[in-house]
Nanobody
Framework: VQVVESGGGLVQAGGSLRLSCTAS????????IGWYRQAPGKQREFVAR????????VYVDSVKGRFTISRDNAKNTVYLQMNSLKPEDKAVYYC?????????WGQGTQVTVAS
């Protein structure tokens, strides 16, 4: 699965962004897709995942109630709506299958939150 992430940017604390993860190929719909992030000097961490038909959604505790993951299989796209952003959300955000596969990592999209 080849993915392209987009939608990052610079926002003030408390602001919102919507990230998109668009995949190529015709097998996207069968995979659970996850969003991950890597902050400067830290290891990449799991943020959220959504099953192939959106029946199962899981978030890391730090984003519960603020982030919403969704998908549109007709568009081969998974979204991450991020509200009430905090400076600690600053990171490069990636999408991948879940569990992740090394061959699927894209370039990511940078999210910067100004305090």
């Amino acid at each position: 699965v080849q993915v392209v992430e987009s939608g990052g940017g610079l926002v003030q604390a408390g602001g919102s962004l919507r990230l998109s993860c668009t995949a190529s190929g015709n097998t996207f719909n069968i995979y659970t897709i996850g969003w991950y992030r890597q902050a400067p000097g830290k290891q990449r961490e799991f943020v959220a995942r959504i099953s192939s038909r959106s029946w199962t959604i899981v978030y890391v505790d730090s984003v519960k109630g603020r982030f919403t993951i969704s998908r549109d299989n007709a568009k081969n796209t998974v979204y991450l709506q991020m509200n009430s952003l905090k400076p600690e959300d600053k990171a490069v955000y990636y999408c991948n299958t879940h569990p992740s596969r090394d061959s699927n990592w894209g370039q990511g999209t940078q999210v910067t939150v100004a305090s």
